[in-house]
T-cell receptor, first 119, second 117 residues
Framework: AQKITQTQPGMFVQEKEAVTLDCTYD???????LFWYKQPSSGEMIFLIY??????QNATEGRYSLNFQKARKSANLVISASQLGDSAMYFC????????????????FGGGTRLMVKP | GAVVSQHPSRVICKSGTSVKIECRSL??????MFWYRQFPKQSLMLMAT?????????EQGVEKDKFLINHASLTLSTLTVTSAHPEDSSFYIC?????????????FGSGTRLTVV
């Protein structure tokens, strides 16, 4: 079974509008972390936002917010006021286990969503 | 802070030759380094996990004799693609584990685009 599922291969959004990118995950570990990364055409992975499994509140970072619904195992990324520079691939990723240095807990990535912002 | 320098960013090599990719943590000690491969329009797939001073752990289906990983120090991990073939052409990216609960837990290199001709 897929551990991270992103069901939207591609999405369009009008500039200045908000957009939600879906992500569902599957784990039996009570400790986990969820990440969203942006990958422009240059290939670099740009960290956007993080949500820990024990965090009570939804994470927010500027125009990015994470709609964390633990019971539904979803961690959707919301981008408000889309900009042309937001056009890129977006990946949801999960770390299973506690964040202990050297524990070797790798990130598992979803298939990605290509977001295209229209002027 | 938390920078991982990856070199080269692009490399073209002939079939049968070997290519070395370096990932260097500039301002922290990377106990664990992850190596990913990304084919065009696909996601990142973990190839192997390397820990300083020990042998790398390879994911199923990844040939350890073809993709040699060395993590000899806390600041340097290398991936060598041996006897490269056109099907090895891909985007390779490393990620260092800093530990800790938040975003600085993982720092990515800028990636290496390998083309084998």
């Amino acid at each position: 079974a897929q551990k991270i599922t992103q069901t939207q291969p591609g999405m369009f959004v009008q500039e200045k509008e908000a957009v939600t990118l879906d992500c569902t995950y599957d784990t039996s570990d009570p400790s986990y972390g969820l990440f969203w990364y942006k990958q422009p055409s240059s290939g670099e992975m740009i960290f956007l936002i993080y949500q820990g499994s024990y965090d009570q509140q939804n994470a927010t970072e500027g125009r990015y917010s994470l709609n964390f619904q633990k019971a539904r195992k979803s961690a959707n990324l919301v981008i408000s006021a889309s900009q042309l520079g937001d056009s890129a691939m977006y990946f949801c990723a999960m770390r299973e286990g506690r964040a202990v240095r050297g524990a070797g807990n790798m990130l598992t990535f979803g298939g990605g969503t290509r977001l295209m912002v229209k002027p | 802070g938390a920078v991982v320098s990856q070199h080269p960013s692009r490399v073209i090599c002939k079939s049968g030759t070997s290519v070395k990719i370096e990932c260097r943590s500039l301002d922290f000690q990377a106990t664990t380094m992850f190596w990913y491969r990304q084919f065009p329009k696909q996601s990142l797939m973990l190839m192997a996990t390397s820990n300083e001073g020990s042998k790398a752990t390879y994911e199923q289906g990844v040939e350890k004799d073809k993709f040699l990983i060395n993590h000899a120090s806390l600041t340097l991990s290398t991936l060598t693609v041996t006897s490269a073939h056109p099907e090895d052409s891909s985007f390779y990216i490393c990620s260092a584990d800093r530990g800790g609960p938040h975003n600085y837990g993982y720092t990515f290199g800028s990636g290496t685009r390998l083309t084998v001709v």
